[in-house]
């Protein structure tokens, strides 16, 4: 059985209060990883609290002249163990094409950051019917063979601030999953997560997690609340049972 992954990707927010205190929910678990996103100010402090964190882009060269960039060698120097790849946010504000995704996903790997890659369709694609060949365009250019993490984040989905945008159900996110896992090469499809994002929260963790190839979740909104975090770690480690 894979072991589950609950990622927090804090975005543009500050670190919740008593993020960093030894108790948090931010902390490494027994049965289910933790991982926590922050922005780069934070990533410091997550490390020195011994919270698995990992910056939400890097960029692929290891240093040079890119102003407002932060390379991810420079983030595995600091103590990072993960890397968050192609979101949504990155791909739609940044212009960050699969191809560019792909090249920061090898980057990580080389200098020894996990990735986890983000992956998933617009509304507007979702209703042009076009979700299985835009997932199959993004992962393309993957090193799929290579130990990676991959989260199915359908864009609709994000929350983005709106507590009431609608999650995918269990039943369509598992469809996705399934697709997602019968795409990857056959000594892949067992032990590669593959999480889902998009408005996960309290109400619907348990369902979503339960499915059979949901193997954790990538949570904005819900990530910097604390207490609502703590449950839906709680949920997967039931589920580990
Ligand atoms: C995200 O942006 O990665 C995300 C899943 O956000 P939320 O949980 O708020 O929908």
């Known amino acids: 059985m894979r072991k589950y992954l609950i990622a927090a990707n804090w975005k543009m927010n500050s670190a919740p209060e008593g993020a960093f205190d030894p108790e948090s929910p931010y902390q490494t678990h027994a049965d289910v990883d933790v991982v926590v996103f922050p922005t780069y100010l934070d990533l410091r402090d997550c490390i020195e609290a011994k919270i698995l964190s990992g910056p939400q882009y890097g960029h692929v060269e290891e240093h040079g002249a890119h102003t407002g960039d932060v390379s991810l ?57 076009k979700t299985e060949d835009v997932i199959k365009a993004m992962m393309a250019p993957l090193p799929l063979e290579s130990d990676l993490t991959i989260a199915y984040e359908p864009v609709w989905a994000i929350s983005r601030g709106d507590p009431n945008t609608p999650a995918a159900t269990p039943e369509d996110a598992q469809q996705m999953h399934a697709l997602i896992r019968s795409m990857l090469p056959d000594d892949r499809k067992e032990q590669t997560r593959i999480l889902y994002g998009g408005s996960m929260k309290l109400e619907n963790a348990e369902a979503l997690l339960g499915q059979i190839d949901i193997d954790g979740g990538l949570i904005g909104g819900a990530s910097l609340k604390p207490d609502q975090f703590a449950l839906i770690i709680e949920a997967a480690s039931k589920l580990s049972t």
């Open 73 to 129: 060698k420079m983030c595995k120097d600091l103590g990072c163990l993960y890397a968050l790849c192609g979101h949504s946010d990155r791909r739609g504000e940044h212009g960050e094409t699969s191809e560019q995704v792909a090249a920061q996903v090898i980057a990580a790997l080389e200098c020894e950051l996990h990735p986890i890659v983000c992956l998933g369709e617009t509304l507007k694609e979702k209703k042009a019917g």
